[in-house]
């Protein structure tokens, strides 16, 4: 029983570790103006740690890259910002890339059997793409 206990007060003491290594982080990020990294690795992390479909996890993993840096990260924000300035993200058009991973995602929601978490997130994407895509041709 002391084995037990010892190990579960190891366990909090690393888990609270790790909480403030991430609340120092996010401090040393925003006063040294990397907020938008953090957004970035934070939202494609979020996605990644929230979903089991591997179809899924794939696209997620090819649509938010790591070390992206505008907006969200995701291809969308990449796609809506060339449309605004004209300039390429990247050195990259990521049109043909959106329209590749819509595809994709109508396959994987009509096709796989999702939990309603995995079905909830992809559908999202999928939106998203769409709504970055829209008056755009492949």
């Known amino acids: ?14 888990e609270a570790t790790e909480n403030a290594a991430k609340k120092e982080a996010v401090k040393v990020l925003k006063n ?18 929230s979903v089991s479909n591997q179809d899924l996890k794939n696209a997620i993993n090819q649509l938010y890259k790591e070390g992206a840096k505008i907006g969200d990260g995701g291809t969308a924000d990449a ?12 050195g990259s058009n990521h049109v043909k890339k959106g ?19 995995d079905e909830r997130i992809a559908r999202a994407l999928l939106s998203d793409l769409q709504d970055a895509l829209r008056g755009l041709q492949p």
């Open 1 to 14: 029983k002391k084995g037990l206990e010892k190990e579960a007060a190891k366990q909090v003491t690393i």
């Open 99 to 117: 329209f590749d991973y819509a595809k994709n995602l109508e396959r994987i929601v009509e096709k796989q059997k999702l939990n309603p978490t």
């Open 79 to 90: 796609i809506r910002s060339t449309r605004s300035t004209g300039e390429l993200v990247g």
């Open 32 to 49: 040294t103006g990397k907020k938008s990294v953090l957004k970035t690795v934070s939202k494609r992390s979020e996605l990644l740690d």
